[in-house]
């Protein structure tokens, strides 16, 4: 069988990292998991040895004889073959796993990281934990601290649904074909309940991006070239209202100050003007 570069295929042959991710993903014994591009079945089957349940979802339908063959003697796993992209999450979760926590854990394929990360938290469904091998360069993005170069778009988008943390790097040799840069494993947890609250989901949506972008501008000027139907002067002095001073920038706000922004947007929609 060829690699698929399209579908991101780097398998892991490390034979100590997929029992690492297994054991360190954060989830409970009792647990149902949820992993995206079982490959052949490397990570799935430690985790098949570890919790209660496994259901794998994989786009490339050439691996499917190869998973009946190595994860064949567990009967706690399930695979499914299809798009995780076009997969019913919370019809998943009712199907496989009725009663229980549902921690994801993944090597993802590196074309569509992000996609699939938004996917997730985006699903409504409550995952305890959501644990994924991710490009270096994307795992200090979704740890950034606001104020830092890494810290962008993506991670304040993950930082609406919770809070992620480094466990681990995983070098290129450990896989097959050896990508071109070091992995990291990132375990997000979900938050039970936000740090914040908003009127508008999707005002909020606007503001991270608005915010992020013009980079080099100041967070008005940014912010303006998303909310065109509100007059740069006013964003100013909505932001002004907020103690936010002229310089600031979208990558100095955390995930609780987009949301005093977002509100405060709304409300002069709205007509409340302040
Ligand atoms: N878990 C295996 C391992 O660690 O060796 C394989 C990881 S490999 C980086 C990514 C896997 O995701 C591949 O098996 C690939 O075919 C699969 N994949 C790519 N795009 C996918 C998608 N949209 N939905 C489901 N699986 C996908």
Redesign the pocket.
């Known amino acids: 069988m060829t690699f698929?570069k399209g579908?991101?295929?780097?398998?892991?042959i490390n034979e100590s990292v997929?029992g690492r991710i297994a054991a360190h993903c954060g989830a409970e014994k009792d647990d149902g998991i949820l992993?995206?591009?079982?490959?052949?079945g490397?990570?799935?089957s430690e985790l098949a040895e570890r919790y209660a349940a496994v259901v794998a979802?994989?786009?490339?339908g050439r691996?499917l004889p190869i998973l009946g063959e190595t994860l064949g003697r567990y009967d706690n796993v399930t695979v499914i073959h299809?798009?995780?992209?076009k997969t019913p999450l919370a019809e998943i979760a009712e199907k496989y796993f009725p009663g229980r926590e549902i921690t994801v854990c993944?090597?993802?394929?590196?074309y569509?990281t992000s996609p699939i990360l938004m996917y997730l938290l985006e699903s409504g469904v409550q995952f305890r934990a959501v644990t994924v091998m991710v490009q270096k360069e994307v795992a200090r993005r979704l740890i950034a601290a606001p104020g830092t170069p890494d810290y962008g778009a993506l991670t304040a988008s993950v930082n609406r649904y919770g809070t992620a943390e480094r466990l681990f790097d995983v070098s290129s040799g450990s896989f097959l074909p050896a990508p071109k840069v070091d992995s990291a494993v990132v375990r997000i947890v979900p938050y039970r309940e936000k740090p914040y609250s908003v009127n508008s989901e999707r005002t909020l949506g606007r503001v991270i991006r608005g915010g992020f972008a013009q980079r080099r501008k100041n967070l008005a000027n940014s912010l303006s070239s998303e909310f065109r139907e509100i007059k740069k002067e006013d964003l100013i002095r909505l932001l002004s209202g907020l103690g936010f001073g002229a310089g600031v920038r979208g990558e100095e706000l955390g995930i609780k100050e987009f949301a005093l922004v977002s509100d405060a947007i709304d409300g002069f929609t709205n007509g409340e003007r302040t």
Do not use: K, M, R, W
């Not at 299809?82 to 992209?85: A, F, Q, V």
């Open positions: 698929s579908y991101g295929q780097n398998f892991l997929p992993e995206i591009g079982p490959g052949i490397t990570l799935t979802v994989e786009i490339d691996l299809g798009d995780i992209l993944a090597n993802l394929p590196y569509i």
